[in-house]
């Protein structure tokens, strides 16, 4: 069965409480029943945001998430709270904070896991640099990104887990992987997901294309078999532009 395609806007650190409340509710006004059933849409604010973006048919999703439940680490929020706060889905790994806040692979694994254990789907980003990519690399680093994010990881149904592939070039540059160049490296990824846990649940965990999304590209993305949805940084900040896009993914489903 082809998996729901799902349309994720990261805010990064952009939109307070009441910013979110009013983005949140427009949207969900301004898409049909219809869409929002065919769809998984979710909106990632920052922490602070995160009890002011509930929405009828839109997922609640973190940006980040500590490893521990509770304990001695000031500045943290753990993957209980923000279940009691109704989030369902948590970026990890994203290359911001691969770059910006030394965050490692062993990092991202038990992110991953406590995120798996307390039933929020965490979405994984991995993707290259640039150099990597002109180095021939890409494949071996984004195989050994998935080897070391989902290290122990068990995936009980396919969509309890979702894959981004970011290249970091493409990330707030306006310079998009073409169709193909993505859908490629979606090819590694599955392979990766099918070997690992199976041709059931690997064929049916989505991977997301990330990095200079806009309402322009997504069409030409959304065509490949192997994209199943995007995630968005900063066009998804605009309400109109946001939803544009996910009435281009919604036509692409029927
Ligand atoms: P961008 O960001 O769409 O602004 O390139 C994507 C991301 O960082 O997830």
Not at 93 to 101: A, D, K, P, T, V
Not at 108 to 126: A, D, F, Q, S, W
Not at 181 to 191: F, G, K, L, N
Request: aromatic share 8%; hydrophobic share 40%; proline share 4%.
């Amino acid at each position: 069965m082809k998996p729901k395609y799902v349309i994720a806007g990261n805010w990064k650190l952009n939109k307070g409480p009441s910013e979110t409340s009013v983005f949140v509710r427009d949207l969900s006004d301004q898409l049909t029943h219809e869409v929002k059933n065919s769809i998984d849409i979710i909106v990632a604010p920052p922490f602070t945001s995160l009890p002011f973006a509930k929405a009828s048919g839109i997922y609640i999703g973190a940006q980040d998430v500590h490893w521990e439940d509770k304990g001695a680490f000031t500045g943290e929020v753990s993957a209980p709270m923000l279940k009691e706060l109704g989030v369902q889905y948590c970026i990890v790994g994203h290359s911001e904070r691969r770059l910006y806040f030394n965050e490692t692979d062993r990092m991202i694994n038990l992110k991953t896991c406590t995120l798996m254990r307390n039933g929020i789907k965490p979405i994984v980003c991995v993707g290259e640099r640039l150099e990597e990519r002109k180095a021939g690399l890409m494949n071996n680093v984004v195989r050994f990104q998935l080897s070391a994010a989902l290290f122990d990881v068990e995936i009980k149904r396919p969509d309890d887990l979702v894959i981004a592939y970011e290249p970091v070039w493409a990330i707030g540059t306006g310079d998009v992987a073409t169709p193909q160049q993505a859908e490629d490296m979606h090819e590694v990824i599955r392979q990766y997901l099918e070997k690992h846990f199976g041709i059931n649940t690997g064929s049916e965990v989505r991977i997301l294309y990330g990095g200079s999304v806009n309402t322009d590209n997504i069409a030409g993305l959304i065509e490949k078999d192997e994209i199943n949805g995007a995630l968005i940084g900063g066009v998804s900040l605009d309400l109109a532009k946001f939803i544009s896009i996910i009435k281009t993914v919604t036509e692409k489903e029927r």
